[in-house]
């Protein structure tokens, strides 16, 4: 299971770090992802890190602004966003693969586990 939390309501500009914490489970050989979900669009990607091999993807959207890593002692995947804008207000969930696709092309349906979301407010 994946628990994702640190959202909350942040000022322009601000930064945030989102954790994702899995229990009772090993990732390796997964992809753990942060995709969001703002109101009236569709869920998109964030971010992404290979749990194995530690690669990196990042949206365009976030790319130079954000900083996905992982702690393997505690079993958990963070995202850091800086440069926050009123855009990035969204839902944000964490959620795992064993998909080899580019998670930068691939839609929410390459995922098997999800979290429960953590809402990110961006006020301007």
């Known amino acids: 299971q994946l628990q994702a939390s640190g959202g909350g309501l942040v000022q322009a500009g601000g930064s945030l770090r989102l954790s994702c914490a899995a229990s009772?489970?090993?990732?390796?050989?997964?992809?753990m992802g942060w995709l969001r979900q703002a109101p009236g669009k569709e869920r998109e990607f964030v971010a992404a890190i290979n749990w194995s091999t530690g690669m990196k993807y990042y949206a365009d959207s976030v790319k130079g602004r954000s900083t996905i890593d992982k702690d393997n002692a505690k079993n958990t995947v963070y995202v850091q966003i800086g440069r926050l804008k009123p855009e990035d207000t969204a839902v944000y969930y964490c959620a795992s693969t064993r998909s080899l696709r580019d998670p930068r092309n691939s839609d929410s349906s390459i995922y098997e586990y999800w979290g429960q979301g953590t809402l990110v407010t961006v006020s301007s």
């Open positions: 009772a489970r090993t990732f390796r050989g997964y992809v």
